[in-house]
């Protein structure tokens, strides 16, 4: 009994005290890991995901991604000033060789990394502001903390769950934990993912606009990646919106973007 209380004591105490706000949006989070542990992690991981990637040597496209990554640098850093956040970061940016791999992303810090299976549909610099401007708010907005944090919150809740039915038959103890890990993932997991997806598309547009990019090459982006894939599952299923969502949304949120646009800042 007294095990019982201690874990929802342990509980409702990391609840009350883990919180943040998302700029923009001002959704409360979870964030129950220190952002300069985060920040010292990625760093390693960081030097060791590019020992051991086929970086790439193209020097007009390495240029261009330091182009662009100095630009959405500066706005983001001014973006944390002007809503009186720590700018503690350190950029980097690197282009991967690997045609392949559609993909980018930010770590916790400012360690960015472009694929260079992306730039088909990027195209130009505006393409990438769209795609780095989303990856950076990923990082602004807390979201790699987030998800960890409700990765640890799960587990004390199985661990919580595990203790209250021990005494109950092993078949029922399996459906149990069956049943929470599906309500976990597809009513927790998955939707808070989309949601992180969601408002990084809406920061990302302010980002990139800020550094002097049209936030329309945002939708354009975003249609040519449609126009690439296959038919995807219900979307209750999937860890990213729709694309049909993802662009309606950004449309939304154009207005909003535009009012952060210059388009005479220098390179």
Not at 86 to 100: C, R, S, V
Request: charged content about 20%.
């Amino acid at each position: 009994m007294r095990t019982k209380i201690n874990i929802l004591t342990l509980f409702i105490f990391i609840l009350l005290s883990g919180c943040t706000t998302v700029p923009i949006t001002d959704r409360r989070q979870l964030t129950l890991i220190p952002s300069q542990h985060l920040i010292s992690l990625s760093r390693q991981e960081y030097k060791k995901v590019l020992k051991a990637s086929n970086l790439s040597k193209n020097n007009s496209q390495l240029q261009q991604i330091e182009k662009v990554g100095r630009k959405i640098a500066k706005s983001a850093n001014e973006f944390l000033q002007e809503n009186n956040m720590k700018a503690n970061f350190e950029w980097e940016f690197a282009l991967i060789n690997d045609d392949q791999t559609v993909n980018a992303w930010c770590m916790p810090g400012g360690k960015i990394a472009l694929y260079t299976g992306i730039l088909p549909y990027t195209q130009d610099e505006a393409g990438i502001a769209a795609v780095m401007g989303h990856e950076v708010a990923h990082a602004i907005a807390k979201h790699s903390n987030e998800r960890m944090s409700q990765a640890m919150l799960a587990n004390l809740g199985s661990a919580m769950l595990s203790k209250s039915i021990e005494n109950r038959p092993v078949k029922t103890q399996k459906a149990f934990h069956t049943a929470i890990g599906m309500g976990t993932k597809f009513g927790v997991i998955l939707p808070f993912s989309r949601l992180q997806e969601s408002e990084a598309d809406r920061l990302g547009l302010i980002l990139m606009a800020k550094a002097g990019y049209d936030p329309q090459h945002a939708v354009e982006f975003w249609r040519r990646m449609q126009n690439s894939k296959k038919r995807s599952g219900p979307e209750f299923t999937l860890t990213h919106p729709s694309d049909q969502r993802r662009i309606q949304n950004i449309e939304s949120h154009l207005i909003e973007a535009y009012y952060y646009y210059d388009p005479f800042i220098k390179d």
